[in-house]
């Protein structure tokens, strides 16, 4: 509250001597106040002497007031001999009551940053938990310090001494901070003991680190470039023989860039980079050795191609497949001026793995043939064995099991040889992967992935295990063995992830989206499918599947994705593989299906029809001949027909029905469904308008129409047509409650229905409404009309 205060008392004492009257003044004004009174002094660690005095004044007469006085402060600035120590110890101790603002836990710094979306984990380790700077931080979340952060701290290293200064600049050039036996090496004027003293640097785990990481990057931030190096280059001196001997590699490499070392960098930089490799840090390994190609000087062209050939290896495991491919080039390039043999044919069979991911399927078969060529009279090597197991990799790829099978022995007896067990894992996978989809060699080739996992499993051989876990699953999808499909995707996805091999991430991951698709669960196909294909960078070999997913999506919800299909299926033809291009023109065959349009070229179907005189997948030929038939494209005879895909007869078609229903694929189980009789039309259209399958509703209730069947099932009702997202009114009812915030349990408790069901409408809810979050969702409702 205020008022106004009689100026003759408070007129400025003409010297400090007469404080004490001001002081009276100001207590008798209160004196005079009817009111409850509540006085507040913030950050009393800054106060002056005069300050201080009147605190002690005050408090020794407040339990003559109807006063609350609360006085704040920032403990890690009261050092021992702060005078604020003194006063705090002068105070009657039945006249206070002392309260510490203690720091968030993790968990709650966790879940507040996860509510606005940010990294928990990164706010709290800098933040330590400070209520303030957490609040700071998330209000402004930034990769940076908060400029208020920043001003509140750097007014407080402004007030230091000078040692104190020199101190937080040295130890803010070490993010790891300095072991306490360290410590005394370091000469240069500096106060640590004030430093201890005021908290802000402190000891842990016999370890001198800055209290906040926040202090230690502001001062680090507020260093001029030249003092930043010199900083750097004085702990280096100081400690590169002692890193050294203790195998400290990492922080050499830290100082040495910092301290812009070139030599340094260039010799520690791949060390560190093969270190993190082994690990699994195949991204922060890509970074090592660009970081070492960057610092690169001299002419040692050896040198220089072993970094390009390290630097687009752990590109080509992190998923940079383009830069993978421009710096093999290079190594090629430097490898063919030497006349090396061996490291050129390596080059060359690398490049031809790279070109079979971008989808060149020329460039693939051209690298291959070369690296054979070049090789083939060479002795024995793990570079000859390699070469051979890539061209039956190649084979595999392209359904010629025999030629497989062939190259795949080759390298096998090379690699006994050699005692290679890399390669015998390689071309394990290869020829188990052929056999796999195969009908009378399934549990043969499933065996030989399995050995080829384990083996690689147990050697590390990172690359290897993604692969037989990535054949392994997509063996299973093809011949509809979902739940063993399932099981590996998890294993394997979990297994790329934890290791940073981002490529075989995201294949797995398309390969995931098309079982979802398959499964009817399409929301979470199109979440994954949508995902991997935000990245512009993406290799054509998942963004073809990718792409295929989202456009059957939409055109079965009654929407164009023509430009979708033809994109896919361009990309699909460039790699001449059957598993590519089938499912691409299934996908436009069932397009002209819905639609009534003709789009295929007779050239793209001849040349589909020479692909498939390979060998191929038996399921994968029958699902075209099958979708070829429906479109109207010609008429294809019964035996030719595959039983899941057969329509010859109603039982026939009933029969398959049954067949997709046991492996859970409802959308193909109602196509089948709808051959049978009236009755098994009807649960047909039932089943795609639960779907959400739009189009294929109304063509199929056409063709009822047309055959003169009554008493239809009615299509989207008049509630769900009314909203621009074509909610149902069960989803209308639970966004309604996301809208009140409710948790899905309380949802549930609140509609009698499963927590899980809820989860389900939410998934399809946030699809249609195109949005990632709950509030996102209520958010678009409400611009839509939907909501009020």
């Known amino acids: 509250m205020l008022w106004q205060v009689n100026k003759e008392r408070w007129s400025v004492p003409p010297s400090n001597k007469e404080r004490s009257v001001l002081f009276a003044n100001f207590f008798q004004e209160l004196r005079t106040r009817n009111d409850k009174l509540l006085i507040v002094f913030e950050d009393i660690h800054w106060a002056d002497e005069g300050t201080l005095d009147f605190i002690k004044f005050f408090v020794r007469r407040i339990d003559q007031l109807p006063c609350l006085f609360i006085l704040t402060y920032r403990d890690n600035e009261i050092y021992s001999n702060h005078p604020l120590r003194n006063v705090l110890g002068q105070l009657p101790p039945?006249?206070?009551?002392?309260?510490?603002?203690?720091?968030?836990?993790?968990?709650?710094?966790?879940?507040?940053?996860?509510?606005?979306?940010?990294?928990?984990?990164?706010?709290?380790?800098?933040?330590?938990?400070?209520?303030?700077?957490?609040?700071?931080?998330?209000?402004s979340y930034s990769p940076g310090v908060p400029d208020n952060i920043k001003d509140s701290i750097l007014s407080v290293y402004e007030r230091q001494r000078e040692g104190t200064k020199n101190a937080w600049q040295i130890w803010s050039v070490m993010p790891e901070g300095l072991e306490v036996d360290r410590v005394a090496k370091i000469k240069l004027s500096w106060d640590i003991n004030h430093c201890f003293a005021i908290g802000v640097i402190i000891v842990q785990n016999d370890i001198v680190v800055f209290k906040h990481e926040l202090y230690r990057r502001t001062i680090e931030e507020s260093l001029s470039p030249l003092k930043r190096i010199e900083l750097n280059k004085m702990i280096l001196e100081l400690f590169l023989e002692d890193f050294e001997e203790k195998g400290e590699i990492e922080r050499i490499l830290h100082y040495a860039k910092n301290a812009g070392e070139k030599k340094l960098v260039v010799k520690y930089a791949p060390l560190v980079a093969r270190k993190a490799a082994l690990t699994g840090a195949h991204k922060e390994a890509s970074k090592l050795f660009r970081t070492a190609i960057e610092y690169f000087q001299g002419g040692d062209t050896n040198q220089l191609a072993e970094l390009y050939e390290a630097y687009a290896y752990e590109c080509y495991l992190s998923n940079g497949i383009k830069e993978a491919i421009h710096f093999t080039e290079k190594v090629l390039n430097l490898r063919e001026e030497k006349a090396d043999i061996e490291k050129t044919g390596d080059s060359l069979r690398f490049l031809s793995r790279l070109w079979w991911f971008d989808g060149d399927r020329k460039n693939v078969e051209n690298f291959a043939q070369r690296a054979i060529d070049l090789l083939k009279d060479?002795?024995?090597s793990p570079t000859k064995a390699m070469a051979f197991?890539?061209?039956?990799?190649?084979?595999m790829l392209s359904d010629e099991p025999a030629e497989c099978i062939l190259w795949g022995e080759k390298a096998i007896e090379m690699a006994k040889e050699l005692d290679n067990e890399e390669i015998l894992s390689h071309a394990l996978n290869n020829m188990g992967a052929v056999q796999m989809v195969i009908p009378s060699s399934r549990q043969k080739g499933v065996a030989m992935l399995q050995q080829s996992l384990e083996m690689?499993?147990?050697?590390?051989?990172?690359?290897?295990?993604?692969?037989?876990?990535?054949?392994?699953?997509?063996?299973?999808?093809?011949i509809k063995n979902y739940v063993f499909a399932e099981k590996v995707l998890e294993e394997g996805i979990r297994y790329c992830e934890e290791r940073h091999l981002d490529t075989w991430t995201a294949y797995m991951l398309s390969w995931k989206a098309r079982l979802e698709l398959d499964k009817g669960n399409w929301t979470e196909a199109w979440n994954m499918a949508d995902n991997l294909l935000k990245n512009e960078a993406q290799p054509a070999i998942i963004k073809i599947t990718a792409l295929i997913v989202l456009a059957k999506i939409i055109m079965r919800r009654g929407k164009d994705a023509l430009t979708l299909l033809q994109e896919a299926k361009t990309m699909a033809f460039e790699t001449m593989e059957l598993q590519r291009v089938i499912p691409a023109m299934v996908a436009l065959l069932e397009y002209e299906w819905l639609t009534g349009k003709t789009i295929i070229?007779?050239?793209?179907?001849?040349?589909?029809?020479?692909?498939?005189?390979?060998?191929?997948?038996?399921?994968?030929?029958?699902?075209?001949?099958?979708?070829?038939?429906?479109?109207?494209?010609?008429?294809?005879?019964?035996?030719?027909?595959?039983?899941?895909y057969d329509i010859s007869s109603a039982a026939k078609a009933l029969k398959a029905a049954a067949f997709w229903e046991k492996r859970g694929c409802p959308y193909e189980q109602l196509l089948f469904l709808f051959e049978g009789k009236d009755d098994d039309k009807r649960k047909s259209i039932t089943m795609a308008q639960d779907l959400g399958a739009t189009a294929a509703y109304e063509k199929l209730k056409q063709e009822m129409r047309n055959s003169g069947i009554k008493n239809i099932p009615r299509g989207i009702r008049a509630s769900t047509r009314s909203n621009a997202a074509l909610l149902t009114g069960r989803e209308m009812d639970i966004l309604q409650l996301l809208k009140e915030e409710l948790h899905n349990k309380e949802i549930a408790a609140q509609l009698y229905i499963s927590a899980k069901t809820v989860d389900h409408h939410i998934s399809s809810i946030l699809f249609k409404l195109d949005a990632d979050s709950r509030s996102k969702a209520v958010t678009e409702a409400v611009r839509l009309g939907i909501l009020k």
Not at 389 to 395: F, T
Not at 456 to 468: C, D, I
């Open 601 to 644: 070229e007779k050239d793209d179907i001849e040349q589909t029809s020479v692909f498939m005189q390979r060998a191929g997948i038996d399921s994968e030929k029958a699902e075209f001949l099958f979708w070829m038939r429906k479109a109207g494209r010609h008429y294809v005879s019964p035996e030719e027909i595959a039983e899941e």
């Open 389 to 395: 197991s890539n061209m039956s990799q190649l084979k």
């Open 378 to 380: 060479q002795p024995a």
């Open 456 to 478: 690689a499993v147990k050697n590390s051989y990172h690359e290897h295990a993604a692969r037989a876990y990535t054949n392994l699953a997509n063996g299973s999808v093809k």
């Open 94 to 139: 039945d006249s206070f009551t002392k309260l510490m603002v203690t720091p968030l836990s993790k968990q709650a710094v966790v879940e507040m940053a996860t509510e606005k979306g940010y990294n928990g984990e990164d706010v709290y380790s800098i933040s330590g938990g400070n209520p303030f700077y957490v609040n700071e931080i998330l209000a």
